[in-house]
């Protein structure tokens, strides 16, 4: 659960730094831009680390296991960044009546979407090498008695 979070500091980061270059306050429409990028962010992260559950069931080992889901979820997860990115764009880029609310709202999203699928593609196979840890053989000694 925890290397399924960690796309969501690095998401939080971009859309903070987007309202940042673009010189947007923080609103209540950034604040719903956040909770969107949030649950964007977690999705990824489930994507991938299933891929890496998965084909370790197969019998992979660790290395092969983060190779091939890496591999397996880098269609979808660019997908879902790039029609989440290109869907919110018109808003962020509107000047008439009404795009003063909806500009922070797009603008956080893109750029966290942005920071949220570096983190995903890049860093996340890495922690969960990190954190992967051999499942302990049962042995007769093992078992409790019952």
Same mark, same amino acid.
């Given at each position: 659960?925890?290397?399924?979070?960690?796309?969501?500091?690095? $998401?939080?980061?971009?859309? #903070?730094?987007?309202?940042?270059?673009?010189?947007?306050?923080?609103?209540?429409?950034?604040?719903?831009?956040?909770?969107?990028?949030?649950?964007?962010? /977690?999705?990824?992260? /489930?994507?991938? /680390?299933?891929?890496?559950?998965?084909?370790?069931?197969?019998?992979?080992?660790?290395?092969?296991?983060?190779?091939?889901?890496?591999?397996?979820?880098?269609?979808?997860?660019?997908? /879902?960044?790039?029609? $989440?990115?290109?869907?919110?764009? *018109?808003?962020?880029?509107?000047?008439?009546?009404? $795009?003063?609310?909806?500009? *922070?709202?797009? @603008? #956080? #999203?893109?750029?966290?979407?942005?920071?949220? @699928?570096?983190?995903?593609?890049?860093?996340? *196979?890495?922690?969960?090498?990190?954190?992967?840890?051999?499942?302990?053989?049962?042995?007769?000694?093992?078992?409790? #008695?019952?």
């Amino acid at each position: 659960a925890a290397l399924v979070f960690s796309g969501v500091p690095l $998401a939080l980061t971009g859309g #903070v730094i987007a309202l940042w270059l673009r010189d947007i306050p923080l609103s209540i429409t950034a604040g719903v831009g956040f909770i969107t990028l949030c649950g964007v962010s /977690v999705l990824t992260g /489930v994507m991938m /680390v299933s891929a890496f559950r998965d084909s370790l069931k197969q019998g992979d080992d660790i290395d092969t296991s983060i190779l091939q889901g890496a591999m397996l979820r880098l269609r979808p997860i660019l997908m /879902v960044a790039l029609v $989440a990115a290109l869907g919110f764009l *018109p808003m962020a880029l509107n000047t008439s009546t009404g $795009a003063e609310v909806q500009r *922070p709202l797009a @603008t #956080v #999203v893109i750029g966290g979407i942005i920071s949220s @699928t570096l983190l995903t593609l890049l860093v996340l *196979p890495g922690l969960y090498r990190m954190a992967y840890r051999k499942p302990k053989k049962i042995t007769e000694e093992n078992q409790m #008695v019952s």
